[in-house]
């Protein structure tokens, strides 16, 4: 996860858990359940974000030694 994180220049990591593997990126997290604790109706998590600006990133296992 660290190597996929510093490959891919990361900002911020969304997730709904804070513990376990992701917890050495602690300022790079956002809890999902941080966003929909600021308002029941969800009203002020509107964000202006084009398509272009998000990604899904998913790494394969490699056979040079490190994932792709």
Known sequence: IAYMV????TKYIMTDVREGRLSSFDEK???LSDLAD???DGSNLE??????????I????GST???K
Request: aromatic share 8%.
């Open 6 to 9: 510093h490959d891919s220049n």
């Open 65 to 67: 030694g490190k994932p």
């Open 47 to 56: 964000v202006d974000v084009l398509a272009t600006e998000l990604a899904y």
């Open 58 to 61: 998913i790494y394969t296992s």
């Open 29 to 31: 997290l956002c809890l």
């Open 38 to 40: 600021q308002s029941e």
